[in-house]
């Protein structure tokens, strides 16, 4: 289950916690944007130069799950597919006690059938434009690092809007190359999506936990959302057919995703930052979250269900940051970034000019990671909202907040309030998803204990939120008295602006407004000290990138589509051959062995329907393609552009690749093409659904 966003706070935290000395390129290296794909590298080693018109199909067949992940188009009425774990959201909130989806599965075998997600947005992107220049249009030689990036965010939000008046798209300024170049990416947005299909969480993330990040694998991590416009199938002349034969042995695979966050251009010092400080703390946080959702869980089964994608969630973040902690603290990762930045560095020292102008740069952001240090648990307990980890308290801050900037021209507003974004805050804002009191008050009353001990309960902010009151009473009273659960109050709040929130006796309310003149300070010292210098610095290390190597490097992740590709190809591990691929026998006999007890149970259906089943047919397979969190479900295409997977994990070795790709154990994980079709046409005899992918 490859790492993605969600309600939980740990995720927030992961894209908080990073933020760039490139390394040397390696094989099949590269999250390369749509407008810069490197076809001399493959053509000359693979023989193959894609067309403009086949990325282009790509990019337009290609889907953003605006919740984490991504997904694909794959027929003309609007059908997409994505991972189980990325539609798991929509699945759960969709569930209730006497429907569990994620338990037993789902099925519409017609439109009227297909049930609509109460909060999802899509996004394909229709275009992208360099914008660099008209950013810094107004970024002067005499301001500070502070001042810089304050006009950068106000002509980002200038741009924005401008976009979104003159095309009703949805319109990101996205920063790539931490600061170096900024593009504005304009996107198609659909929010009326429909549950089609997605298997019994048993069989998509069978083996649980323990398998996670593991291969070989069995898993069926595959789910079909529809996207509608005017209460009709949207129409999608760009989809991608589906393969009839699959991927074979040692052949490219092109992948097109949404890669959430890497580190590959992070200086040293920042990797220092995050190996001794910010992750260790994350991770401390996530043992306690765990702790505290399976004490909850196994309370009764219905705490179980409406705490399994958080607790799946929990478990994923936790063996993830492991990971690229343990990848953080290996001597060789580290002797590799130093040498790297040595390189680099020692180029602009050469040269008087480039001494002049960027020299300075890698000073500049250890100095600001110093800086980091010393209120780094303030900024993600109180801005990060660590401290408050409850589905009310961040609809209480939102609606604080969207009070209070709607008061403010909108190049002076926080980011994620300005004019172009709130369509998607307000489609998250007014959700009608359930919201349970039992998961809130179990979940808000931890985190308010980590709070105390993170910052002593003497601490004036923890005696500003605690009142006197041990960390239970205050989640008891919280959650008990808000109104907040009910959207029509939500509404009347927002349309009441700032005088409406201010004369609010909600106590989730009154919890927000107590703690935001806090939250912002923190945040404002991190983007003035720390993030405003690392941006300026990190510009120039990308214009000595540059210098040196032109558009041949590619920019770190950033939650938009990108491109990487690969072989099949299998590896080795602890002096064994690991195949690149596995099959449905493998499924059974791997239940049948751990005898069938959870996580490795198989769903009755399919012990029922094994007779049917070829058992030879591939279920999944790896793969060398360069992805990471935000790359689940993304499509596994041949040079054709036909289906030939899904892509759902990585390996264990593949978890450093935050920091560093290597592909000598390295591997992505995918679902096999073929293992979807006999699943849908043995086990759940998906007629309907097989007909519409041309099966």
């Not at 003149?517 to 990190?538: H, L």
């Amino acid at each position: 289950m490859t790492l993605r966003k969600a309600r939980s706070v740990w995720i927030a935290l992961a894209l908080m916690l990073t933020c760039a000395t490139a390394s040397n390129s390696r094989a099949d290296e590269g999250v390369w944007t749509l407008d810069n794909v490197p076809k001399a590298q493959l053509r000359k080693r693979y023989g193959f130069e894609p067309s403009d018109a086949l990325l282009e199909h790509l990019r337009l067949a290609s889907v953003r799950f605006n919740n984490g992940g991504s997904g694909s188009f794959v027929s003309a009425n609007g059908l997409a597919m994505t991972n189980h774990h990325i539609a798991a959201d929509c699945i759960q909130k969709l569930s209730s006690r006497e429907k569990d989806y994620q338990r037993h599965g789902f099925y519409a075998a017609n439109y009227i059938q297909e049930a609509q997600c109460p909060d999802l947005e899509l996004n394909v992107l229709t275009g992208i434009e360099n914008v660099t220049a008209q950013v810094n249009k107004d970024v002067r030689s005499e301001m500070n690092a502070a001042e810089s990036f304050a006009a950068q965010r106000a002509a980002m939000a200038t741009l924005e809007k401008q976009c979104a008046t003159a095309t009703g798209l949805r319109c990101d300024v996205v920063t790539l190359y931490q600061a170096g170049f900024y593009s504005l990416y304009k996107y198609k947005t659909y929010t009326d999506v429909r549950l089609v299909f997605a298997p019994e969480i048993d069989t998509a993330f069978f083996g649980g936990d323990p398998d996670n990040f593991t291969y070989p694998r069995y898993n069926l991590d595959v789910a079909f959302v529809r996207v509608y416009e005017n209460a009709k199938p949207a129409s999608q002349p760009h989809f991608l057919r589906w393969s009839h034969s699959g991927p074979k042995k040692g052949e490219l695979a092109l992948v097109t995703g949404h890669p959430g966050a890497t580190n590959r251009l992070n200086t040293v010092a920042r990797l220092q930052y995050l190996r001794d400080k910010g992750y260790p703390f994350t991770l401390a946080y996530l043992r306690r979250r765990l702790a505290t959702l399976e004490r909850f869980s196994a309370q009764s089964d219905e705490n179980a269900r409406i705490a399994r994608d958080e607790l799946q969630t929990v478990q994923n973040g936790l063996k993830a940051i492991s990971g690229e902690l343990e990848g953080l603290r290996s001597a060789s990762l580290m002797q590799r970034k130093k040498a790297a930045e040595r390189e680099l560095r020692g180029s602009v020292e050469k040269d008087p000019a480039k001494k002049a102008a960027y020299g300075q740069a890698w000073d500049q952001i250890a100095k600001a990671q110093v800086e980091l240090t010393q209120f780094y648990r303030e900024r993600l307990l109180l801005e990060g909202a660590v401290a408050l980890d409850s589905r009310l308290f961040d609809i209480a801050r939102k609606l604080v907040r969207l009070a209070a900037e709607k008061q403010k021209p909108n190049a002076e507003r926080l980011r994620e309030y300005a004019e172009a974004r709130l369509p998607s805050l307000e489609l998250n804002l007014f959700s009608p998803a359930p919201i349970h009191d039992s998961l809130e008050k179990a979940t808000l009353a931890d985190s308010l204990a980590f709070f105390g001990e993170q910052l002593g309960l003497n601490n004036a902010l923890v005696q500003k939120v605690f009142e006197g009151r041990e960390p239970q009473q205050v989640a008891e009273a919280l959650v008990s008295q808000t109104r907040l659960k009910d959207v029509s109050m939500r509404k009347q709040l927002a349309d009441g602006g700032w005088q409406a929130i201010r004369a609010s006796t909600d106590p989730m309310i009154r919890l927000a407004l107590r703690v935001d003149e806090d939250a912002r300070a923190v945040r404002k010292r991190y983007e003035d000290n720390v993030q405003g210098v690392e941006r300026a610095g990190y510009a120039m290390i990308a214009k000595a990138l540059f210098d040196l190597k032109g558009t041949s490097v590619y920019p770190d992740a950033t939650f938009t589509l990108r491109l990487s590709f690969g072989p099949t190809l299998a590896y080795s591990e602890q002096g064994r051959n690991v195949p690149w691929f596995t099959q449905l026998a493998g499924l059974y006999d791997r239940a049948s062995q751990r005898g069938q007890k959870p996580p490795y149970k198989l769903p009755q259906r399919w012990l029922d329907g094994k007779s049917r089943v070829k058992l030879s047919t591939p279920l999944n397979f790896v793969l060398t393609a360069d992805i990471t969190g935000g790359n689940s479900g993304s499509p596994v295409v041949n040079r054709a552009g036909e289906v030939v997977g899904l892509i759902f994990d990585g390996n264990i070795h593949s978890l450093v690749w935050t920091f560093l790709y290597d592909d000598q154990q390295g591997r992505a994980i995918a679902v096999h093409s073929e293992g979807i079709v006999e699943a849908l046409r043995s086990i759940y005899q998906a007629r309907e659904l097989l007909a519409e992918l041309g099966r």
